[in-house]
């Protein structure tokens, strides 16, 4: 089976950082797009970024320039390095695996959350 697990979210106060681990079970993971969305209380999930099959990266505007989103194709892992962190940046992230081109948003984990706080 394929199976996504996210870890390293936790609280952290403003300004400071932490670093997200997403890591993927199964043979799909050189060849799939990987991403991170987030999701605040009532309000709906978004993208936070993304990694294609080869390495390109794509940032939402409110975290470009703070977020860099990396993976290591011989760990199966992809990684979320959030510096300079922001009370909005509290959500619960969740990692993604995904094949570009198809409507199938492909597959998910739990979740792991992030909360920015003093």
């Known amino acids: 089976q394929v199976q996504l697990v996210e870890s390293g979210g936790g609280l952290v106060q403003p300004g400071g950082s932490l670093r997200l681990s997403c890591a993927t079970s199964g043979s799909i993971f050189s060849t799939y797009d990987m991403g991170w969305y987030r999701q605040a209380p009532g309000k709906q999930r978004e993208l936070v970024a993304v990694?294609?099959?080869?390495?390109?990266?794509n940032y939402a505007d409110s975290v470009k320039g703070r977020f860099t989103i990396s993976r290591d194709n011989a760990k199966n892992t992809h990684y979320l390095q959030m510096n300079s962190l922001k009370p909005e940046d509290t959500a619960v992230y969740y990692c993604n695996a995904r094949v570009r081109g198809l409507v199938w948003d492909g597959f998910w984990g739990q979740g792991t959350q992030v909360t920015v706080s003093s």
């Open positions: 990694i294609s099959s080869g390495g390109k990266t």
